[in-house]
């Protein structure tokens, strides 16, 4: 059926998009490349900052990989951020593309007109106002032709109602085929095993679309890598435990970034190592660049639009934040590598089990609340902050019982509402205001009367 | 002649427990209220209880379901929880919730914690209607029939199931003649009617329902029809139960011919037309059966990767009913149904697509300014564009 002409453009015009020049033409790709450099000499002034210098680092062989895939005429794998892409990485030169990617990594630095610009697309184009900015962040890069075309797409209905809408509009705009996992209700080993029956199939797929073989030894490399950044992870958030927190609170949130975009990767890897030197290092030093007064457990969404509010909570306030939802990686097994089924199984148990936001978000109220206790008590925290996303219906549905749970254990809770992508719904003054009451007014002298 | 037999409908879909349920519940039959219509009937029925489709109505505000779920649920699902939590629907044998939604699965965590009902049931719906997933969806019915039953002393058998799909067939026959009587050049019932008799069905026990649908039908079939509407229309989208809303939609010119609502006709299966047989064995599976054609029925907005059938089969639905436009309804805070509110939206931009009105809805409202003057001017656009094709009424195909 043919296209309409005549409305907004550009509009999914992804043909033109068929090497690095024709992508570096558009803006939104070219400003990305260009401020990469920016920053890394930005923290260049920081010796000891090799999470972000890892982090930055990492982001650039992405892209560059990415580009040049392109230029190959490489095959492209669209999926949502409830999914993993080591099954991509082990098809060789596959290039796994995160739909929300290009509107997340604008909005980290700081680069809010591109992204509220993907986000009034979206809505232009039909996505309801109520939505996950999140999804109207994908739908707006998909919408304005910016990712080149897909073999074909994998959507993943983890962790949210959100991602079921963000997937329906990939495979809609994608074009190409569409394969669904689908992920339980429940925290079982049936969950598990449902979900490595479907990775099973999903490998046939891949491999039909993008036309390259699934290579086993690859794959038990990429599983490999993928342990060895978990173990690290693992190891990194652990030496955040320590009282007083000596590195920066707003590097946590990027366990899940990682996940998404870099698992399986010497990148990942390197990124991981980085963050964890860095804390290591920062603690062994002694390094004090603030005076820690209090911890939270910043549950639900970081505040993406401008990650340095975390420097002035920790500047002004005294209040770190160890550890949030983004951030947690749950200890469980590792990937088994013996054999493909193994391996299917370990990926799957990973993307039900471990993964941040899918963990705590698909099931009963009782995990989401667990998980928060665990945080507090083992990150030694002295409150939570509920930084409630507005369209995070799950979590709002459950904030009832959540903040009965945080009653009965004695935790101070602040709840406020905003919009992780968009600070048109929820200033950063109103942010900072809100929480600087509850540390002042709440959290700090509960903790001067001893009970903290 | 049909509007006495219609008033019935109208009267008991204005409880959230009708009377003919509630009678049932004075006798001693447990009422099992559930949320969804991945949930099937027939399981409720097998084990002893009286099925209630949960609803709203009578809530006027929904502050004690907010107080746990927040402002930012549909208003659906928050007035369904404050009726539950106020003691609204009365005592209930049991609550079964799926994960057709974050908003169902939230609530599902309220009914578990804060009410008294002694069996919160779950279900796990596959998120694809596809053939690999089809064993997971058929296993957690087992897992709910049998749990049902324990909860409820009774024996879970094939012949209780098999009964309990003859008792929904008789149902079904009856939606399914009702339907046909909306299609054709003078239709016989009207949508907002349509409605009422829908909520019905799953609302009062299948005999109740058959008795004041057979008067109707015959009722309706000996009628000559509607005058001729100024404009026809098919209404999709999700929990609406307010016939007084389609009715307001009708009164502007644009007539519900046909629906795909979650209360309306989408939650009718054709009959499975298979008599039980005695001695059972070749039989088949009645679980199995049950489970094929909830899981396999056309799909709601939650179930990924299958807009491209649900837009098919709402087309083939414009084309039956000869409708020339499609109103979408959607509630407030709705992710499935905003996935496909933007898929829908696309696929009426390319040429020659149906004209879509979509509205975005409270539980609850009936917002009677706003609501004429938006259709009043979609009835309009339908109309200007039947005249600029020259093309005699009806004769706009999708
Ligand atoms: S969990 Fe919340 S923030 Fe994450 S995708 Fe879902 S709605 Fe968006
Ligand atoms: S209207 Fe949408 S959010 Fe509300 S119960 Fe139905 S599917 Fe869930």
Not at chain 1, 231 to 260: G, H, M, N, Y
Not at chain 2, 183 to 198: E, I, N, Q, Y
Not at chain 2, 310 to 320: G, K, P, T, V
């Amino acid at each position: 059926m043919s296209r309409s002409t005549g409305l907004r453009t550009p509009r999914l015009d992804r043909g033109k998009l068929r090497g690095r020049e024709a992508l570096l033409e558009t803006p939104e790709w070219r400003e990305l490349l260009e401020s990469l450099p920016v920053l890394r000499s930005f923290f260049a002034g920081d010796p000891g900052a090799h999470g972000i210098t890892a982090l930055l680092h990492g982001v650039s062989i992405y892209l560059e990989r990415l580009f040049d895939s392109i230029d190959r005429g490489a095959p492209c794998v669209w999926y949502n951020l409830g999914f993993n892409p080591e099954l991509v990485y082990a098809l060789g030169d596959a290039q796994p593309i995160t739909i929300e990617m290009l509107g997340v990594m604008h909005n980290l630095l700081g680069n809010l007109d591109r992204s509220l610009a993907f986000i009034d697309r979206a809505e232009a184009e039909g996505a309801p106002g109520d939505c996950c900015s999140a999804d109207k962040l994908a739908a707006g890069a998909m919408h304005l032709g910016l990712y080149p075309s897909p073999a074909c797409t994998v959507g993943i209905n983890t962790p949210c109602d959100a991602q079921v809408m963000g997937t329906q509009v990939m495979a809609e705009l994608g074009r190409a085929p569409f394969f669904a996992v689908d992920v339980p209700y429940y925290h079982n080993e049936e969950t598990v095993r449902h979900v490595a029956a479907q990775l099973r199939l999903l490998v046939p797929f891949l491999e039909e679309h993008t036309r390259r073989r699934l290579d086993i030894d690859r794959l038990r490399e990429v599983c490999r890598l993928s342990n060895q950044m978990t173990e690290t992870l693992w190891e990194w958030l652990d030496w955040r435990k320590l009282v007083p927190l000596t590195q920066s609170s707003k590097l946590v949130a990027f366990t899940l970034v990682l996940q998404i975009l870099f698992t399986g990767t010497e990148e990942g890897l390197a990124i991981a190592r980085g963050l964890l030197q860095e804390a290591r290092e920062r603690q062994e030093r002694g390094e004090r660049f603030f005076e820690e007064r209090c911890r939270a457990i910043w549950y639900q969404d970081p505040v993406w639009t401008d990650m340095q509010i975390y420097d002035w909570f920790e500047r002004d306030l005294g209040l770190t934040v160890p550890v949030d939802v983004f951030g947690f990686y749950a200890h469980t097994t590792l990937i088994d590598t013996s054999s493909l089924d193994s391996m299917l199984e370990g990926l799957a148990r990973k993307l039900v089990n471990c993964h941040p936001m899918a963990r705590q978000f698909r099931s009963d109220i009782d995990v989401y609340i667990q998980d928060f206790l665990h945080l507090h008590e083992a990150w030694r925290a002295d409150c939570g902050i509920f930084a409630g996303h507005v369209a995070c219906k799950h979590a709002w549905g459950g904030i009832g019982l959540f903040k009965e749970a945080c009653r009965r254990a004695g935790i101070p809770l602040l709840v406020f509402e905003f919009d992780m992508f968009d600070p048109r719904v929820t200033s950063y003054d109103d942010i900072f205001f809100q929480v600087e009451r509850f540390v002042n007014e709440v959290v700090l002298p509960r903790k001067a009367r001893g009970r903290g | 002649m049909s509007a006495e037999f219609l008033q019935p409908f109208w009267r008991l879909c204005e409880a959230s427990v009708p009377e003919p349920t509630a009678r049932l519940r004075d006798s001693g039959r447990p009422i099992v209220g559930y949320l969804c219509h991945y949930v099937p009937a027939e399981i409720l029925l097998a084990a002893g209880a009286q099925p209630l489709r949960l609803r709203g109505v009578g809530s006027e505000d929904s502050s004690a379901g907010d107080a746990f779920l927040s402002g930012r649920l549909c208003t659906y699902v928050r007035h369904v929880v404050s009726l539950a939590l106020e003691g609204g629907f009365g005592p209930l044998g049991g609550v079964v919730c799926g994960n057709t939604c974050d908003h169902v699965r939230r609530a599902a965590d309220v009914f578990r914690k804060k009410t008294e009902v002694p069996f919160v049931g779950f279900l796990s719906v596959p998120r694809s209607p596809r053939q690999d997933l089809f064993p997971y969806y058929r296993r957690e019915l087992a897992r709910l029939y049998s749990g049902l039953c324990e909860a409820l002393c009774c024996q879970p058998s094939d012949e209780a199931l098999w009964e309990a799909i003859r008792r929904m067939d008789e149902v079904r026959v009856r939606l399914w003649r009702l339907k046909e009587l909306r299609l054709g050049a003078r239709p016989k019932l009207t949508g907002a009617d349509a409605l009422a008799v829908h909520i019905l069905a799953q609302t009062v026990p299948p005999e109740d329902f058959v008795a004041l649908a057979d008067p109707l039908i015959a009722a309706l079939e000996a009628s000559p029809g509607l005058e001729p509407p100024r404009a026809k229309v098919v209404l999709i989208g999700a929990e609406l139960d307010e016939p007084a809303y389609v009715r307001l939609i009708e009164g502007q010119g644009a007539f519900v011919a046909a629906d795909r609502l979650c209360f309306g006709a989408r939650s009718v299966l054709p009959p499975f037309g298979k008599e039980p047989t005695p001695g059972g064995a070749s039989r088949g599976d009645p679980l199995d059966a049950i489970a094929r054609a909830y899981f396999f029925r056309p799909s709601c907005a939650r179930m990924i990767g299958d807009f491209p059938a649900r837009h098919e089969a709402l087309l083939a639905l414009c084309r039956e009913a000869e409708a020339e436009g499609v109103i979408f309804e959607r509630l407030m805070f709705c992710d499935p149904w905003g996935a496909d509110q933007h898929n829908l939206g696309q696929r009426a931009r390319e040429e020659g697509a149906l004209p879509v009105l979509f509205l975005t809805r409270e539980y609850g409202i009936v917002p009677t300014g706003q609501l004429r003057t938006r259709v009043q001017a979609f009835v309009e656009r339908i109309e200007i564009q039947r005249a600029r094709r020259g093309m005699a009424w009806g004769a706009v195909r999708p």
